[in-house]
C-alpha cells in the first residue's frame, strides 16, 4: 500500500549516509556520484516494495543523475558534529569525494527489511563505476520524466523503462507539472494506463 504522503525523516538521512559509507568502505569506486545513487535506489525501491521510502528525501534531476536536495545539509551536519569526514581521491585521473564514517551508523531507526534492501542495493552497485551507475540511473523513468533541476516523482518506480513511450514521458511531464512531488503512484499507473493504444 503506497502511503499519502512522502515525509523527509533528517535523522535516517545522516544515519543511511554512515550506513552506506561504512558498507562501501573497501568499494574503490565509492565517491559522491555513487553515493547519491545508491540512495536513491534505496529509498526508491523501498517506496516500489513497501509503500514508503527510507528517507523521503526529495531527488532532482541532475547533470550525474538523481540526487536528494537534502544531501548537502546531511553530510555538512555529520562533519560538523565529527561523525564523518569527507576524503578526496583521485580516481581515473579525477578527484572523487568520499565519505567516510568516522563512527557506526545507528541502525535501530532502520527496520530490518530496510537494512536488507540497504545491502541488496550496495550489492547490486558494488561492480559499477560511478559514470556507470549515473549512465543507468539515466534509462530511469523517472529520470528521464523529470526536467533540469525539477523533482522526480517517487512513483515513477512502478513505470517499466522498456516499455516507455513518448506519450509516456509526455504525460508524466504533465502529471508533474500539475502535482509536483505530492503526484502518487497511482496516478503515474492511471496516466500511463489511458495513454496507451486501446486504453
Known amino acids: 500500500m503506497v502511503t499519502d504522503t512522502i515525509s523527509y525523516d533528517a535523522k535516517k538521512m545522516r544515519e543511511l ?3 552506506v559509507a561504512e558498507r562501501s ?10 553515493l547519491n545513487k545508491i540512495l536513491y535506489y534505496i529509498d526508491f525501491e523501498a517506496y516500489g516494495r513497501f509503500g514508503r521510502a527510507v528517507t523521503g528525501a526529495e531527488y532532482q534531476r541532475r547533470p550525474y543523475g538523481p540526487v536528494p536536495r537534502e544531501i548537502t545539509e546531511a553530510r555538512q551536519e555529520l562533519v560538523l558534529h565529527g561523525d564523518a569526514r569527507v576524503e578526496t581521491t583521485n580516481r581515473f585521473g579525477y578527484p572523487q569525494g568520499r565519505l567516510i564514517a568516522q563512527r557506526p551508523a545507528h541502525t ?3 527496520s530490518a527489511e530496510e537494512l536488507e534492501l540497504v545491502g541488496d542495493v550496495i550489492a547490486g552497485l558494488w561492480h559499477m563505476t560511478g559514470a556507470a551507475v549515473s549512465e543507468k540511473s539515466h534509462r530511469e523513468p523517472g529520470w528521464k ?4 533541476g525539477g523533482t522526480i516523482p517517487y512513483g515513477t518506480v512502478f513505470l517499466d523503462s522498456r516499455r516507455l513511450t513518448d506519450d509516456d514521458i509526455r504525460r508524466g511531464q504533465e502529471l508533474h507539472r500539475l502535482y509536483g512531488s505530492s503526484c502518487q503512484s ?3 499507473d492511471q496516466a500511463v494506463s489511458s495513454s496507451r493504444p486501446g486504453a
Open 17 to 19: 549516509l554512515l550506513l
Open 25 to 34: 568502505v573497501d568499494d574503490p569506486n565509492f565517491g559522491k556520484t555513487k
Open 108 to 110: 535501530s531507526v532502520f
Open 145 to 148: 520524466i523529470a526536467e533540469d
Open 186 to 188: 497511482h496516478d503515474l
